[in-house]
Nanobody
C-alpha cells in the first residue's frame, strides 16, 4: 500500500501561485502513476493533472493547461503541482492519488486510483 499526504494549500489572491506537494510512503518501490484531483463543494471530483511513473506522460484538464505543471521526484517519493495564475474557480480541495495498475500511463478515472491523501484546501479570492 501507498500512503499519501498533501501540503502547500492556502488562501491566495487571483493571479498568485502555489505549489502543492504530495509525499508518498509505504510501498513506493512498486511503480505508480499519480493524479491530482480537486473537488469543489457540491461538485464531483475531477482529475486536474496526472503523471506517469517516469514522468514521460502527463495530462492536464483543459481549464488548467498553460497554468499548472505537474512533476515528480521518485528519489524523494514526491509529486508536485505548480499552480500559476490562479483563478477563483480553482478554489477546491485538492487531492493526490496513486495507482499501481498502469504506472506508465495516466489513468483518468477516479476509480482507477487506489490510494488517496486527505487533501489540502486551495482558496483563491478575486
Amino acid at each position: 500500500q501507498v500512503q499519501l499526504v498533501e501540503s502547500g494549500g492556502g488562501k491566495v489572491q487571483a493571479g498568485d501561485s502555489l505549489r502543492l506537494s504530495c509525499a508518498a510512503s509505504g510501498d513506493t518501490a512498486t511503480a505508480y502513476s499519480v493524479g491530482w484531483f480537486r473537488q469543489a463543494p457540491g461538485k464531483g471530483r475531477e482529475l486536474v493533472a496526472g503523471i506517469s511513473w517516469f514522468g514521460g506522460i502527463t495530462y492536464y484538464t483543459d481549464s488548467v493547461k498553460g497554468r499548472f505543471a505537474i512533476s515528480r521526484d521518485n528519489a524523494k517519493n514526491a509529486v508536485y503541482l505548480r499552480m500559476n495564475s490562479l483563478k477563483p474557480e480553482d478554489t477546491s480541495a485538492y487531492y493526490c492519488a496513486a495507482s499501481q495498475r498502469s504506472p506508465n500511463t495516466v489513468l483518468k478515472g477516479e476509480r482507477d486510483y487506489d490510494y488517496w491523501g486527505p487533501g489540502t484546501q486551495v482558496t483563491v479570492s478575486s
